[in-house]
């Protein structure tokens, strides 16, 4: 008895989301490798879902017989490649910002906008004219959803360095102490881009201001008050520090190396800028010691210091003294310098001179 095996049924993957437009041919439409239409020469005279037979080959023909699959291509009065692709970018933005409560609003009228142009894209003969409006408002739908978007991160932060800002105490209220909240606060505004600034009220920004100044004044009264006497509580026991007397040098690259004479304090403050009036590219900087070392300026340039010292009193207030001379150093423009070093000939010995000596040394001798 002879047993025959017969060849097995391979296995596919069906093709889907077939799409053609009317009056093309079965050719037209590019499938999977293993696949090929039965009748390629085909005309797709009618608009709608059409099904059409298809052939699939496996590669092993030897072990697998071939299969024939009725495909499914949706054939369309017009392309709709440009605004199908548009909604694949929108509904990936939607699905970017749809779990942030900061963007409902947003998120919804964007999602109302792809639902309206998936309907127009749905209808198979819809006409050319009508892709071009559903495309031309899904584009404005997903600028105005990224507009929105921005905008709603730029109050998002505005307002974060608003709170600051509030927070701060009244001008009545500040002390030498608040200096830090009201720089922070400075500084959170600075980094706002210029629309996140305009965003911030002016009544917010001018309380920011009025809080700078009330520090300023304060530095001011520090540096003018008399020393205090010494209480009988002790917590004011703290002296003015004298005005200092600084000496500043170009150390190295980029580099000035700043030493306070003539006093003694808890620390020293220093300002420093491009200008002798300390105010263009101005910086401060807090040191502990009579001596420090202020790095990464730029070579070229000429810049001016001035160092107040300064006491600390137990209530974590700080006495501040007199400002010192203001001094100014330019910053060198190293170069690398090749040296030579000259090589001397060797010495010749006087062997004559010294044989010389010898020999009256000797004749003194027998003498």
Known sequence: MVYEIGKGIPEYDKPTDLQAIRGEKLSDIVLPEGWVWKDSTTSLTETGEKAFPAVFTPEDTTNYNTAEE?????????????????????????????????????????????????????????????????????????NTAQSGVKDADDAKAANSVSDKIEALKTPDQITLADRSSIEAARSAYNALTDDQKAKVSADTLKKL?????????????????PTPEVSTNGKNEVSKPQKP????????????????????????????????KL??????????????????????????????????KSDGTKMYGDWSSVKKVKIKKYRFKQTYQKTQPPKRKRRGCCFLVAIILHLGIQA
């Open 70 to 142: 009725s495909l499914t291509v949706k054939v369309f009065l017009c392309d709709h490649k440009d605004i199908d692709e548009k909604i694949s970018v929108a509904r990936e933005y939607y699905d970017r910002i749809k779990n942030d409560s900061a963007y409902a609003t947003i998120a919804t009228d964007l999602k109302k906008a792809i639902e309206d142009a998936k309907k127009t894209t749905d209808d198979y003969d819809v006409s050319a004219d009508e892709l071009s409006t559903a495309l031309a408002a899904l584009s404005t739908a997903i």
């Open 279 to 312: 105010t263009k590219k101005k910086k401060t900087k807090t040191i502990t010691v009579s001596s420090g070392k202020i790095k990464k300026l730029k070579k070229g340039k000429t810049y001016y210091f001035k160092v107040r010292a300064f006491n600390k």
């Open 245 to 276: 007397i600084i000496q500043v040098k170009n150390s190295a690259k980029g580099t000035v190396a700043l030493k306070v004479k003539n006093v003694e304090a808890d620390g020293y403050e220093i300002i420093y800028a491009l200008n002798k």
């Open 209 to 225: 201001t009025d809080a700078e100044n009330r520090i300023q004044a304060l530095d001011v009264e520090a540096s003018s008050t």
